[in-house]
């Protein structure tokens, strides 16, 4: 089973190859090799890259790159920042098991070996499990079973996808926890989530810390269906207000008048200039920003 494989390199995967005892078995042109278009990884660390450079400019490649043919040349399955390295070190070849692999099993063992090394961001292991789904038609248990993980595992991955764009790449940039995360699409309102969202960096709040504010919150929101529900005209009001400002927004009405106010919450220095200069409509080119 490919669980079992996991930890033990890629030969361990692969039906049929077999790792090479040395380096340089098979060497070919690093300008013969293309990048593959089933590459899960969107983000390659320039400082890692160069480290892995210069280990290799002393050492060579210690392992090699999994290639398959692609014209008259050969296309990278797995093995991207070695290559990238390889250029950056200057060196002309490097070795490379060559394998014979539909698309699918392309991205399957590309996906692999990055899980192997932990090297995805939660973003990027996301988007890989859709590909596979959308463009391979495999359904979560089978790419559970190809990635050796469980089917739960899969579609938790898979639910980050369902965060508004602002804050799937807070999640790929490390800001924002893959669990606190998934915990705020409990909110199911877009502004709701991202105003959530804010309070739980700002504050940093553990996953359940954040179930406990989602929780709190969605039983807020509960108290106030009656407002809302009552004056659909202030409620859409406040949705565009926090739409607007990015931030949670509350009304507050007076008993028996039509007065009240509205409260405008904000989670840390920062963020309340930036909610400032929305509500002032501030531009680039001046320079308002008040002292909090």
Do not use: C, W
């Amino acid at each position: 089973m490919l669980k079992k494989g996991l930890g033990r390199g890629l030969g361990a995967l692969i039906t049929g190859v077999e790792e090479p005892k040395e380096p340089g078995q098979l060497q070919l042109e690093v300008d013969s090799i293309v990048p593959s278009p089933f590459q899960p990884r969107r983000a390659f660390d320039p400082g890692k890259i160069e480290d892995m450079a210069a280990s290799m400019r002393d050492q060579g490649v210690i392992q090699p790159l999994l290639v398959r043919r692609h014209g008259d040349g050969y296309e990278l399955i797995a093995g991207e920042r070695r290559l990238r390295a390889a250029v950056k070190a200057g060196l002309r070849k490097v070795p490379v098991v060559v394998k014979e692999a539909s698309d699918v099993e392309a991205l399957q063992l590309a996906l692999i070996e990055n899980l192997q090394r932990e090297d995805l961001n939660p973003m990027e292991e996301a988007s890989a499990y859709q590909q596979l789904q959308r463009e391979f038609g495999l359904s979560q248990e089978e790419i559970a079973a190809r990635v050796g993980k469980s089917r739960p595992a899969v579609a938790n991955a898979m639910r980050l996808l369902f965060l508004p764009q602002a804050l799937q790449e807070e999640v790929a940039q490390g800001k924002l926890p893959a669990g606190q995360a998934r915990a705020l699409l409990g909110l199911q309102e877009e502004a709701a989530i991202v105003a959530a969202a804010r309070e739980v960096m700002a504050k940093g709040l553990s996953a359940r810390q954040t179930e406990r504010l989602v929780s709190r919150l969605k039983s807020g929101r509960k108290r106030r269906r009656g407002i809302a529900s009552a004056d659909p005209d202030l409620r859409a009001l406040i949705e565009r207000l926090q739409r607007a400002l990015g931030t949670k927004v509350r009304l507050i009405q007076r008993a028996g008048s039509g007065a009240g106010k509205i409260v405008v919450e904000y989670y840390s220095a920062n963020d309340l200039e930036r909610i400032l200069q929305a509500i002032l409509n501030e531009t680039s080119g001046e320079d308002r920003s008040m002292p909090v």
